[in-house]
């Protein structure tokens, strides 16, 4: 943990010296002196103190009677109490929700008895002070900060320790460089006040509340804060540390304590992970092939790891761990608790240890990734996104004669990565068969839903808000990349070209790259194709049908809605934006209530929002991907289907009649959406053709019983003594 991630933030110029001028005063009474800090107080509109040190006996001969009167039609400063208490009561509430026993101990706490006065400044600065009887009036602390610290840029300020509860508006300029970091995390923060009435006097301030209110900020007050975030970190430890403190005044004592506290957090925390990986290695060290061979006789354990901030990925493990509890194993899943939490070893390592599992299912995570994982226990990976911790030569390398993988990208992981083919079962990801289905919803339900086509995506922002994006979180010598291949989409889009997710996109910016930054790291190609180039091809295109969609709509008053995030932002779009919809209940009522949904995703008709549709009980009318095809033109793929030609692509193979909802031009999607809302019974016919093959083939429970078997079947195929 670093004490200088931002400069020092200390009070103003003008409040470090009343608060030497005091001190020097109480020990040598100089006129001078005290004329030159009774200018101060002037500056700043501090008629009281002024007043008070007029009568003080340094002065009581010096002050001109001048002087007196000009201090007398200054401003008095002072702020009642009583004044603030409305505020005061607010923020106590709030402090009152997460922290009830800190909330009675500052409503017991009177500042006015305790000689403490509040002042604010010709500035706006709030200063808290203290004066007993007529004793001279320390200054304890400017409550305010005027010169905020530099804080580095966003992302680069990792969680923070806030040493004094002074300034608000610089906690939430914190807060802004360190939320959704990553989709929704956000790094925690923590504020800490060693002393109890300034914190009762700062919550006098100002409204606090969304402040107090926000899970990620951790409040620690007391003599003993740092001893409370000691205790914090040692009951939470998938929460993350601070690594950087900034200081508002409290001094070098006080950033020492906070620092040894999180440096024996830490400590700790290490030795239970070590405590842990020590016993997960005594564990496992005799699990070898009988053990497991006899334990999968019957397994019926699963642990599943999602995380929170993916909400595709936790709907996935949700849904495959109720069709894993159909089959009859009992389950547990873990993922954080909050949005300002990650992932540790010592959770994990804990978790299983708890659970004894007999299978960990992971999303687009692998084994060597948490080596809190023993080697000889069974893993099954299931693989949803082209992530670059599953597509690169590592992966396969990493993987163990228990490691299972299904999913997506077999065939590349396979020929470019080494997994084995043996232990990789392609899959799509499948449909809820208890969440989609095909019976009515309410009335409201109907009227609020209903029209002719739906469409639902949160890909909502432009290619040029993504490209702009892109531009600004990169360094300059990487945008003539983004520009040249920002144009050369432009130029697929416009002709109509399809570019595939896989061997199109490699060869298309593989190409380009080399023709604007030969040499560039092949990693960073794969995270430009990845993040960039294949969503901006992806987001164009999807939003050039939409317009077909958008244009057929008014032409001919039918009903179109989008819904998502964003739509109501989007330039042409807007008026097409529905709102959002959960996954789950709100999502099948909507399709349901569609008489037409479209699948627009380029990578092809197999995909989970299909089967949503169908379950859902609703038709989707797909635009042309090359994949489902074998790269030809739908009417020759037809032909040479017809005349009983093998396909290479399951698309078209796993749904025969693809070809009927399949259009690729805008005249071509108006006369399908004409013809099957005109045709009532014809688009239902169509749609149960379809929904027979999701039902049978594509539920979760039909996948998760086929992975069930596969790993089975490959713990009957080990070899006698498994390795750890």
Known sequence: ??????????????????????AELDTRPDPQAAMQMLRVLAEQYLGQPAA??????????????????????????????????????????????????LAERAAACDPAARGLELLRTRGGDWLLTRRVNDAPRHWLRNLTIAQRPQLPPRGELGPVALLGTRDAPLVESIRAATAQLFLT???????????????VAWLHLADHRELLGDPRVHLLVGGDAADQLQALLAARPA?????????????????????????????????RLEACLA?????????????????????????????????MLQHSVRDAVAAFEDHGWETEVYLEDCDHERFSALVLGEKLLDFDPDLVLQLDH????????????????????????LLCPQAGASLGPLDFVCGYFK?????????????????????????????????????????????????????EQIHATYLEGNPPELHPVFEALFDRIGQLLADGVYLSPHEDADRFVREVVADVRPGLDPALVERIKNEYAYRIYDRGRRHETLTWAADWARRTGRTLRLYGRGWEQHPTLAPFAAGVLPHGEPLRAALHHANLALQLIPAGFRHQRTYETLAAGTLPLTRYCGTDYDGLPVSEFVALRKAGQPTRTPHAAAFPGLDRITFDAPGEFAELADRYLEDVPLRNATRDEFRRIVLARHTYRAVVGGLIEHVRGGMAGLGRVLTT
Not at 246 to 265: C, K, M, W, Y
Not at 282 to 311: G, K, V
Not at 414 to 440: I, K, M
Request: proline residues 8%; glycine residues 2%; negative net charge.
């Open 52 to 101: 008070e040190l007029l009568a003080a006996p340094v002065l009581q001969q010096a002050a001109p009677d001048e002087l007196r009167a000009a201090v007398a039609q200054l401003p008095r400063g002072t702020v009642s109490w009583i004044e603030q208490a409305e505020t005061r009561a607010a923020n106590l509430d709030a402090v009152r929700t997460r922290w009830p026993e």
């Open 185 to 199: 995390y956000s790094h925690p923060l923590f504020v800490l006040e060693p002393d109890l009435a300034t914190f």
């Open 279 to 311: 016993e997960i290695e005594s564990r496992y060290a005799d699990r070898d092939h009988d053990y497991w061979a006899a334990r999968y006789q019957q397994p019926r354990r699963l642990l599943a790891i999602t995380s929170r901030y993916t909400t």
């Open 366 to 389: 692998l084994r060597y990734e948490w080596p809190v994982w023993p080697a000889n226990l069974p893993m099954l990976t299931w693989i949803q996104d082209p992530m670059p911790n």
């Open 239 to 271: 929460l993350q540390a601070p690594t950087a403190v900034i200081n508002l005044g409290l001094g070098r004592e006080t950033a020492d304590r906070v620092h040894n506290a999180v440096q024996a957090a830490e400590t700790s925390r290490q030795t």
């Open 1 to 22: 943990m670093t004490n200088n991630a931002a400069q020092p933030a200390g009070p103003e110029p003008y409040f470090n010296y009343l608060q030497r001028a005091r």
């Open 411 to 463: 065939q590349r992981c396979v020929a470019e990565f080494g997994y084995s083919a043996e232990r990789f079962q392609s899959t799509v990801v499948p449909v809820s068969e208890r969440l989609f289905h095909d019976r009515p919803s309410s009335p409201a339900d109907a009227a609020r839903y209903a029209c002719d086509v739906a469409f639902v995506s949160n890909a909502s922002d432009t290619i």
